[in-house]
């Protein structure tokens, strides 16, 4: 194996419904089998934005439509997307191995996180989920009890509490799956988030980032690299503006100065620097790259890409 490399697949990398994500993952998995081909031992990590909130807001209507239907818990929902989201990378992560004459298994492995119940995230929601709405729809959402914020200047959507990840509880389990030359999907939507109390685990309504849970979960499977995809090639600053220009790399020093500016979008590009941050100063020689999903492999060849580097 070339390197191990935990992947972070960004929103468009999936789909919004069941029919528009199995045609996205056909895509994805051709990218991430060329890494594979390459010698690159993975483990996949994804977002689930849209379908944890499509997810819930279904059981929602179910519930209100029909008093025998109870309320589905946001954890529960989350968990969810994990399977929904997991079968379909998984299975066409298979079908497209299986093309080119591989025989490596791949695996879904349902992940809790352990997170604090007194994290200040919880008082204050910014975490997006599901549809884009206009300012119209979003102050009716307001009414059912939603907090709904601008997301990038793509519309409103719902925010939850995003605490930070302490513990990812199926650690031992994903590194046993690993040694064995599996190619793991784990820590899907950032994980399942739970908290610890009187030694009882139980799920909590939030959504944990999923590139902060990446981050975490290359730390501690011991991965030489965190590449973290997204809609763009490279990370910009003065984005949108005249100015703008496309960054090659960034050292430490630099992207704390640039997120102590405001550079990165906090619905967007500042949880991936938060995370890559995370990612390379945890150990001397990791390193994180943020680009596309096709740009992956000319982006490990040092072609293209932003580079986080200690």
Not at 105 to 128: E, G, H, I, R, S
Request: aromatic share 6%; with cysteine; proline share 5%.
């Amino acid at each position: 194996m070339k390197e191990k490399i935990v992947i972070a697949l960004g929103g468009n990398a999936l789909g919004n419904d069941p029919e528009s994500q199995k045609e996205a993952v056909r895509n994805t998995a051709q990218n991430i089998v060329d890494l594979i081909a390459e010698g690159y031992q993975l483990v996949i990590t994804h977002g689930n934005g849209p379908q944890v909130g499509m997810i819930n807001l279904a059981m929602d209507i179910a519930s209100k439509n029909n008093t025998d239907i109870p309320e589905m818990p946001f954890a529960e929902c989350g968990a969810m997307s994990q399977g929904y989201i997991g079968f379909h990378l998984q299975n066409a992560l298979q079908n497209e191995l299986r093309a080119r004459g591989f025989s490596i298994p791949v695996v879904t492995l349902v992940t809790q996180v352990l997170v604090d119940q007194n994290d200040p995230a919880f008082q204050n929601p910014t975490k997006p989920v599901g549809a884009f709405y206009s300012s119209e729809e979003a102050e009716r959402m307001r009414t059912k009890g939603f907090v709904m914020k601008e997301d990038a200047g793509r519309g409103y959507r719902r925010v939850v509490p995003s605490p930070e990840p302490r513990e990812i509880l199926e650690l031992e389990s994903i590194k046993l799956l690993l040694a064995a030359g599996h190619v793991v999907i784990a820590i899907g939507g950032g994980g399942i988030p739970v908290v610890e109390e009187d030694r009882e685990i139980s799920g909590i309504s939030a959504v944990i980032d999923k590139d902060l849970s990446s981050a975490k979960l290359a730390e501690q499977v011991d991965a030489d690299t965190l590449i973290i995809l997204t809609a763009v090639e490279k990370v910009a600053i003065n984005y949108g503006k005249p100015e703008e220009k496309w960054l090659d790399q960034l050292s430490i020093e630099e992207a704390e100065k640039y997120i102590e500016a405001g550079e990165f979008a906090e619905g967007s590009m500042l949880p991936k620097i938060k995370a890559g941050l995370a990612f390379t100063s945890s150990r001397p020689g990791r390193k994180t790259l943020i680009t596309s999903l096709d740009k992956a492999i000319d982006g490990l060849k040092g072609k293209t890409g932003t580079w986080i580097l200690s």
